[in-house]
């Protein structure tokens, strides 16, 4: 069964930065892969995805510039580097996979595989 498993979420400081891995139990060739995120009281939405087959890329507007996403698909592994962390970023982050290439959705209907999140605090 396709797994993921994130890691790297925890406590930092307005203006820092983490680096959450989404860990794949399987190839991810063919998979777009997304990050949301889930804050309290707040409903789930889309960080970023990237697609398998031609490597876009897509952000949220309250992430541009200040998150990058990147997959290995040698190590089944997809990255978001977090930058200028604020604490609005405060979530559960949660990576997903959406079979088939050239997918990069903002929506989480279209993803069929999600990992069980990881926490990302920002506070002073």
């Known amino acids: 069964q396709f797994q993921l498993v994130e890691s790297g979420g925890g406590l930092v400081q307005p203006g820092g930065s983490l680096i959450l891995s989404c860990a794949a139990s399987?190839?991810?060739?063919?998979?777009?892969i997304g990050w949301f995120r889930q804050a309290p009281g707040k409903e789930r939405e889309g960080v970023s995805c990237?697609?398998?087959?031609?490597?876009?890329?897509n952000y949220a507007d309250s992430v541009k510039g200040r998150f990058t996403i990147s997959r290995d698909n040698a190590k089944n592994t997809v990255y978001l580097q977090m930058n200028n962390l604020k604490p609005e970023d405060t979530a559960v982050y949660y990576c997903?996979?959406?079979?088939?290439?050239?997918?990069?959705?903002?929506?989480?209907?279209?993803?069929?595989?999600w990992g069980q999140g990881t926490q990302v605090t920002v506070s002073s």
């Open positions: 997903a996979a959406d079979w088939g290439f050239y997918r990069c959705s903002g929506s989480e209907k279209e993803y069929g595989y």
């Open positions: 399987g190839e991810i060739l063919h998979y777009g």
């Open positions: 990237t697609s398998s087959g031609n490597d876009h890329t």
